[in-house]
C-alpha cells in the first residue's frame, strides 16, 4: 500500500523557509507518529533537511529522493532515479509494511492519483507559506472516508475511487 501523510493550511500552504510555519501541534504529530512509526518513509531532498523535523524519523525507514549525488544522508537510503519506481520497488519487497510519502510539496505533486490513500491534516489559519501544493489536484479521484475535526485542524483521510470497466 502506497499512502501519502501531509499537513497544509487553508491555502494549502506546507512550508516557510524549510519548516513548517503553524506551531508546534503536539496531536498532528502523534497521528503522523501512528500512522509511519515501523513502516516506510519516502521523502524529498527539502523535507529530509528541514531543520525542525528529526533525520532520520525514528522506527522508520526512511528513503529520500534526490537529483544530488551524495554517498550517505545519516541514516537514510537515497533514490536518484524516477520515484515511481522507488515506490512500487518498496512495495513489492515489504508487503507487511505501509509506504508513506510524507513531503514535500514538489514529490507529493509529481505522485498525483499514485496514492491508495491521502491522510490529510489541514491547520486552521493562513501561514504565508512560501511551499504550496495544489490541493484540490492532489484529492482528485478520491473520496473522503473519514474526518476528525478539532478547534485547530482536521484529520482526514481519502481513499482512490475504484475505477470500473465497461
Known sequence: MINAIFAVDQEGGMGLDGCM????N??????????????IVVMGRG??????????LPARINWVIT??????????NIWFKD???????LERENPSKIIWVI????LLSSLEGIFDRIYLTEIAGEFGC?????????????KRIYINQHLDMS??????????TN
Do not use: C
Not at 484529520?155 to 470500473?164: A, C, D, G, N
Open 130 to 142: 512560501n511551499t504550496t501544493i495544489a490541493i484540490d489536484a492532489i484529492l482528485a479521484g478520491y
Open 67 to 76: 537529483s544530488k549525488v551524495e554517498p550517505a544522508l545519516n541514516g537514510a
Open 155 to 164: 484529520h482526514e483521510i481519502y481513499e482512490k475511487l475504484s475505477r470500473t
Open 83 to 89: 520515484p515511481v519506481q522507488l515506490l512500487y520497488k
Open 21 to 24: 510555519p503553524w506551531p508546534r
Open 47 to 56: 523535507t529530509w533537511e528541514a531543520t525542525d523535523m528529526p533525520s532520520p
Open 103 to 106: 513531503g514535500g510539496a514538489k
Open 26 to 39: 503536539e496531536s498532528d504529530l502523534a497521528w503522523f507518529k501512528m500512522h509511519t512509526v515501523g513502516h
